[in-house]
């Protein structure tokens, strides 16, 4: 996917100009990452890309010499905003999990260190690069809800890989009780249910980011409170859809724009 179809293409793009290329880099980090994840190429060598990438993150912060390209094209942004290199290496492991043992019907436990892996690790790279170093709390927590609105949105399509990202309680609490394979769970009659009981999950996510936003402010957050606004947007439009295993709804570049602009107005 390029950046200009993502949902935080518009977030980035209206950044001035030092911070907005430091957001690609580490959206392009990101997007390298999960293309790997995600790839048609064998598990051992997707595995091997990724401990490549590993290792020369590690040679980087012992030498100050960047290996690989993925790692030299970040270093910049790191550089710039003294991003934590320790997320970075956060993030490989939740790439590698994807790949080694992808979640199916994860615990609560589970599926909370993996959205941090995967979606934290984002958030609090990025809130330093919008210039706030205390606001790792907010991060997190609306990375993981940005996190469970993804996992709603991509659930026929990760079933099909087979991968089952919705809560083991949630599933439980739907009448659905593992194992099962993920295209099971997919033709499962209480499959919409559980997908309600997981975006009340994340719901409940935003309004903690909220809630940590009143003790921080907004100041140079707003990128972030765009991020909040679209995808807060994308979970009420996934909660009105008829059947959880065709394709996804998707909102579209004019509707994100407007978000995006309206969270800039907000926080002016």
Same mark, same amino acid.
């Given at each position: ?38 790839g048609p ?10 401990t ?37 290496f ?18 609560? $436990? ?12 984002? %958030? ?6 919008? %210039? ?28 099909r ?49 909220r809630? $940590? ?42 509707r ?5 602009l ?7």
């Amino acid at each position: 996917m390029s950046s200009r179809a993502s949902s935080f293409y518009w977030p980035m793009r209206l950044l001035p100009r030092a911070k907005r290329q430091s957001m690609f880099a580490l959206y392009g980090f990101c997007r390298a990452l999960d293309d790997i994840a995600d790839g048609p190429d064998s598990t051992p060598l997707r595995l091997a890309k990724l401990t490549t990438i590993r290792a020369a993150l590690q040679s980087w912060r012992q030498t100050g010499i960047a290996l690989h390209p993925t790692v030299a094209a970040i270093v910049p942004a790191i550089k710039a905003h003294n991003l934590p290199v320790d997320e970075l290496f956060l993030l490989v492991d939740g790439m590698e999990s994807d790949v080694n043992t992808p979640l199916t019907a994860p615990s609560d $436990e589970e599926l909370r260190l993996y959205c941090r892996q995967v979606a934290g690790t984002v %958030g609090v790279m990025a809130t330093r690069i919008m %210039g706030r170093d205390d606001a790792d709390p907010f991060a997190v927590a609306l990375a993981e809800a940005l996190q469970l609105t993804n996992i709603l949105r991509d659930v026929a399509e990760d079933a099909r890989r087979g991968r089952l990202y919705l809560p083991r309680a949630c599933l439980q609490d739907a009448g659905i009780f593992p194992p099962l394979t993920p295209l099971a769970v997919l033709t499962h009659p209480g499959v919409e249910q559980a997908c309600r009981l997981t975006a009340q999950r994340a719901a409940q996510g935003f309004a903690q980011a909220r809630d $940590e936003l009143t003790k921080i402010g907004r100041r140079q957050l707003w990128p972030a409170l765009a991020m909040m606004a679209i995808y807060d947007d994308l979970l009420k439009t996934l909660v009105r859809r008829d059947r959880w295993t065709e394709p996804a709804p998707r909102l579209g570049q004019g509707r994100k724009l407007l978000l995006a602009l309206l969270a800039l107005a907000k926080a002016v």
